[in-house]
């Protein structure tokens, strides 16, 4: 008990700035690093920066999906639904457009809109029916499942416009980069503004209500707004996903399958605590791409695609497990020589 | 003190410490075969802590733990009760649909032929009861079946099963109606006749009277006296326990002219768990809420902000009516509230001290207020919260500092009204002083202050008013200054009756 906050502040505000990584954040960067090392070692595509573009591309439509995952995890939901929605965005995409460049504008913002309003059926039925969002979403999931089947009969029809398709597969001249792929500069987009958002009052109080609603609420914070906020990014973003993916994958009713335990997964491997309350958007995006990377190492040293699941499977128990002993073990050894007991205080 | 042949256990020294915040500074305890040796202090005085010491549950930071003449390290509460020590906790254990037998023997089941040796369990257990003269338990009866005090017969059998022959009774009388007590009584008399060292952990006076043959007092963790039950009187262990220390000096009450205009004024105001209260508190005034728990003193406070808000009666803010159902409508109109429970409802415990400091701020207001963050270190610097900076998370400070950054998150939207419920529970002496000046100084710069709290003292010392609850309704006012015994008549409803005696 020597220093004072005030004093330790002023300190910190001093001259000597450094790079602070929020709880839980070093050790998605480490694998990140790894696996980026391993790549160079393995692939001869990744000798050059173009190679990585590449995965970045790859990787963008996940890492979309995991920042809208980080908004509803951090604030202590799920979002099962995002994975049908990716596929229900493409399928009406091609139905609607069915090859009319013309078309194009109009339906990405139907798109959009209607990521919005599945993300805002999402927020109002978690926040007002008092419905577990795990729940809703997976309800969502099925409801937006059995939609597509029914209406495509299980085939897709139509065709996606080439100007639709640009979003996903093309890339603009960019002055010292050369060629960056479009979703490339929307994923940075989308990061750098998720970023600021987090930094910011709202970001920070959705932080909060994941870690303790009840505090919020009596701080005078609308608790249920910034749920259904959440909620409503997630939607938003699974629809930008779509779009990325649309144009990048093409037209399938299977192009979503299984998209919404990768981004959970990839929210988990980025350090962020299932349950609300701790983690940083930037380190879910950095998970995503790990994620990617890693699918994409295995690809290269001749590991079946098939295995990919069970990867992901051990990744997130693993990932859980970490977060669940291994930061209390870091915690413990951290705070041992200062303190006597990690037990709580007696009330 | 000499240890008497008969001494059972021996605690000599006994430090404990819970994140930073001492509670036991070396506590000396003797425990003998055939005694009651009750332990005495007011809230936080360290005697749970002492007590889960003795079970195994807390390890001690220092000092050392005799059985019998030998020094015992205790991993965890079974090694506890291999050394013949069992505790008799406030909150029962038993399984409710289960018989008692099934209860006295959960995970040590007798076994013959590779079967629970059900017999032998009712016998054993039959044994037991019999031996406490307990005869209206049967073995097979189903704990569901029993009363609070037959529960707690179980669990004392439950414990001797075990070869106990130390037990810790942990305000045993707490849960139990006023004729049970004496049911209590008596089985303990016969513990004592039977043997059995009992550490008796209470606040109750009678009580410790009525059973003890030691009395130990504790006070702010330490070690004050432990002497004999008949050569102490009711005063000399009030004494005790009192004590002198920092605790008994408040920052100068308020001076008429320091008070300014009504801020907060309740018109008969009322909703299910109060009624029909009228009351006003002014700018630089503390206005102490007392009244026995229950009595509605938090109904009030969770009113007045909004939380389960009064449906009847007019709440005016600066002399303007206003409806407050929610809290967000109480922060916006300057009422800020401090809730009991700071770690359940007051803090976000992973997010760091910055981020709980403008926790309100962000939440609760809108454009460049909500975002105004160059004055936190102010705001840190004024409550002198003692952390290692502002980006550490809270759940790891102590209480007291814990305390201080929920005060400095109301300090960020400067209310004019500051509700407190238990501002100083669970905080060391030290941060509870600096709370108290906090309050006055707040007081001082114009804010209207309604303090609850439990500690009498505490409450008398810093209110410049003290309205007194009983049942949900304002039983009377006192001014400042006014004893305890008047403060309690009107809290517990005797009123003149119980003053005049």
């Known amino acids: 008990m020597t220093r004072e906050a005030g004093v330790a502040a002023r300190r910190e505000g001093a001259a000597c700035w450094r790079p602070r990584l929020a709880e839980g954040t070093a050790p998605v960067l480490v694998v990140l690093l790894l696996l980026l090392v391993g790549l160079a070692v393995t692939g001869p595509a990744y000798d050059e920066p173009s190679g990585y573009l590449a995965l970045l591309k790859r990787a963008a439509p996940l890492m979309i999906l995991a920042i809208g995952q980080y908004f509803v995890i951090v604030s202590g939901g799920f979002d099962l639904s995002v994975g049908a929605l990716v596929t229900a965005g493409v399928v009406i995409a091609a139905r609607l457009i069915d090859g009319d460049e013309s078309a194009t504008t109009g339906v990405v913002l139907l798109v959009l809109g209607f990521g919005l309003l599945v993300g805002l059926v999402n927020g109002l039925v978690t926040t007002k029916l008092l419905v577990p969002s795990f729940i809703v979403t997976l309800g969502m999931m099925l409801v937006l499942d059995g939609a597509v089947f029914l209406w495509t009969d299980g085939a897709p029809r139509g065709a996606l416009s080439a100007g639709f398709r640009t979003f996903g597969r093309g890339s603009v001249d960019v002055p010292l980069l050369g060629e960056v792929p479009w979703s490339v500069l929307i994923l940075l987009a989308i990061l750098v503004a998720a970023a600021l958002f987090m930094r910011g009052g709202t970001g920070r109080a959705l932080v909060a209500v994941g870690d303790n609603e009840a505090a919020v609420r009596l701080s005078g914070g609308q608790v249920d707004r910034l749920r259904l906020l959440a909620f409503v990014l997630s939607g938003l973003l699974a629809a930008v996903a779509a779009i990325l993916l649309g144009g990048f994958a093409g037209v399938s009713a299977q192009v979503g399958n299984g998209l919404e335990f990768r981004a959970i997964t990839a929210v988990v491997l980025g350090g962020v605590l299932l349950g609300g309350g701790r983690g940083s958007v930037v380190a879910a995006a950095a998970g995503a791409l790990s994620l990617e990377a890693l699918f994409t190492l295995l690809n290269l040293l001749g590991v079946s695609g098939a295995l990919e699941s069970a990867v992901q499977g051990v990744i997130i128990i693993a990932a859980v497990a970490y977060a669940a002993l291994g930061g209390g073990l870091r915690q413990r050894l951290r705070w041992r020589p200062k303190r006597n007991s990690t037990q709580p205080a007696p009330s | ?501």
């Open chain 2, 1 to 501: 003190m000499t240890p008497g042949p008969a001494t059972r256990v021996r605690l000599r020294g006994i430090t404990k410490s819970f994140l930073g915040v001492p509670v036991l500074h070396g506590v000396d305890l003797d425990l003998r075969g055939g005694e009651v040796h009750a332990v005495m202090g007011e809230n936080g005085a360290g005697k749970s802590t002492l007590l889960k010491v003795l079970a195994g549950v807390h390890r001690p930071d220092g000092g050392t733990v005799e059985v019998d003449g030998t020094e015992v390290s205790f991993a965890g509460p079974t090694d506890a009760q291999r050394a013949g020590i069992a505790i008799i906790h406030q909150e029962f254990t038993l399984l409710p649909h289960r018989t008692v037998a099934e209860n006295v023997y959960l995970g040590r089941e007798p076994v013959r032929r590779m079967q629970v040796d059900r017999r032998r369990m009712v016998a054993d257990t039959r044994a037991l009861l019999d031996w406490l003269g307990e005869d209206g338990i049967a073995p097979t009866d189903v704990v569901a079946s029993l009363s609070v005090a037959q529960r707690q017969v179980v669990e004392i059998v439950k414990a001797l099963s075990t070869d106990a022959r130390v037990l810790g009774m942990d305000e045993p009388t707490a849960a139990l109606a006023d004729h049970e007590v004496e049911l209590l009584y008596d089985l303990v008399r016969r513990l004592r006749e039977r043997g059995i060292a009992i550490l008796y952990v209470s606040h109750r006076m009678r009580e410790v009277f009525d059973l003890s043959d030691r009395i130990t007092v504790l006070k702010d963790g330490r070690f004050v006296t432990c002497a004999p039950t008949r050569e102490l009187t009711s005063e000399d262990l009030v004494r005790h326990m009192v004590g002198r220390d920092l605790g008994e000096y408040y920052p100068d009450r308020a001076r008429p002219g320091d008070l300014g205009p009504v801020r907060l004024a309740l018109r008969g105001a009322g909703n299910d768990r109060v009624r029909d209260l009228t009351f006003e508190v002014r700018a630089g005034e503390i206005v102490g809420l007392a009244g026995l728990q229950g009595s509605g003193r938090s109904a009030v406070a969770r009113a007045v902000f909004g939380v389960e808000p009064f449906t009847r009666g007019v709440l005016e803010v600066d002399g303007t009516p206003r409806r407050v159902a929610r809290p967000r409508t109480a922060v916006r109109l300057g009422i800020a509230l401090v809730t009991e429970d700071r770690k359940g409802d007051g803090l976000a415990l992973r997010q760091s001290v910055r981020d709980n400091t403008l926790l309100v701020r962000r939440a609760a207001l809108r454009g460049a207020r909500a975002r105004a963050r160059s004055d936190l270190p102010a705001l840190l610097g004024m409550v002198a919260v003692v952390a290692r900076g502002e980006h550490q998370e809270v759940r790891f400070l102590s209480g007291g500092n814990q305390q201080k950054v929920v005060l400095a998150k109301w300090l960020a939207v400067a209310p004019k009204v500051l509700v407190v419920d238990e501002p100083t529970r669970g905080i060391d002496v030290g941060a509870k002083r600096a709370v108290h000046e906090l309050l006055r100084d707040l007081a001082r710069r114009g804010v209207a202050v309604l303090m609850i709290s439990s500690e009498l003292p505490e409450l008398i010392g810093m209110s410049d008013r003290i309205l007194v609850m009983h049942d949900g309704a304002l039983a009377g006012e006192l001014p400042a200054g006014a004893s305890e015994g008047a403060v309690m008549a009107l809290a517990t409803g005797h009123g003149l009756a119980e003053a005049v005696a």
